[in-house]
């Protein structure tokens, strides 16, 4: 990668690890669900209005709103509900952590599905350590029964495991246009979302109460939705077309550090050090699935 793709890929780190800080400072005086409802539909409209200026046009096909329904579900309306949720009861920087376990899942389910990406030596290597480094941070809170902050972790993790369900799907869309993609599935997750917000939400006030919340409240979910999700997708698609799918993966490692950062500079979070090992842990499995760390090493020979 060329200079502009790193500071790019650095950009988008903070996008993506400044969510947690954004979904934390929203979800303190926003439910949940309502904050998840409209970040998808701030960032829907937004990839909606940009798609002329990239020269793309949404497929009209059946099958392709079917697909991007399913996957609008998978990696945006349970991931981003299970996140806001977990973010009532845990810091920004902890569930920054917990979601780094993705590409743990992703490997699995891929070995459990898939005929063409088998667990290797190094990934299984990495799955494990991954999964010590879990252990490590949930594990005493886990003995003294479910908590709310231990729920709220696990719901982190169920997170990340439908974002790995998300991944594993979304090999079906390699033909299709990456722009497309993104604003089909937010908008679909909008289309989801929205009549349920209507049946659950109507009691909170719904859009009466949008007004309602603190400044600070609303600033975070436009946050959320413009650079956190529309933005970031811009600079993603840009990033993957220009230097691949294995680059932009190296933001797995970034992302933690930027949430853990963001939360102790902005929230004044601070971090256990079991839960500090536990991302010290979750590094080195996610550079051992990687690889290419060690291959540098000389660990491991390239494939």
């Given amino acids: 990668m060329g200079p502009v793709e790193w500071l790019l890929l650095f950009t988008l780190s903070v996008l993506w690890g400044g969510s947690f800080l954004f979904a934390k400072m929203a979800v303190t005086h926003v439910p949940p669900l309502v904050v998840v409802w409209a970040r998808v539909l701030i960032a829907a409209s937004l990839l909606l209005a940009l798609l002329p200026a990239f020269g793309v046009k949404l497929p ?45 899942f992703t490997v699995l389910l891929a070995h459990l599905l898939t005929g063409d990406e088998r667990l290797s030596g190094g990934k299984l290597v990495g799955l494990a350590i991954g999964i010590a480094g879990v252990t490590a ?16 972790q696990f719901a982190i993790l169920g997170a990340a ?25 937010l908008s679909m997750s909008t289309l989801i979302l929205t009549p349920v917000i209507l049946a659950t939400q109507v009691p909170w006030g719904f859009l009466g109460a949008l007004a309602m919340p603190p400044m600070q409240a609303v600033g975070a979910i436009l946050a ?59 590094l080195c499995g996610l550079a051992a699935i990687d690889g290419r760390l060690l291959r540098r090493l000389g660990l491991t020979r390239p494939a």
């Fill in 60 to 104: 009209r096909d059946g099958r392709f709103w079917r697909d991007v329904a399913i996957m609008g579900v998978l990696n945006n309306v349970i991931p981003f509900a299970l996140i806001f949720w977990g973010q009532v009861h845990i810091g920004a920087g902890l569930a920054s952590i917990l979601n780094a376990t993705v590409p743990f």
């Fill in 137 to 152: 941070m949930i594990g005493p809170d886990a003995l003294e029964g479910l908590g709310g902050a231990t729920l709220a």
């Fill in 161 to 185: 495991l439908s974002y790995g369900f998300a991944n594993i799907f979304g090999r079906r869309f390699k033909a299709r246009p990456p722009m497309a993609l993104a604003a089909g599935q």
């Fill in 224 to 282: 959320l939705a413009v650079l956190s999700t529309a933005l970031a997708y811009v600079i993603f698609f840009r990033i993957l077309g220009k230097a691949g799918a294995t680059n932009i993966a190296l933001v797995t490692f970034l992302v933690p550090a930027s949430g853990v950062l963001l939360g102790a500079l902005v929230l004044g979070e601070r971090l256990e050090a079991r839960q500090l090992l536990g991302l010290a842990a979750i």
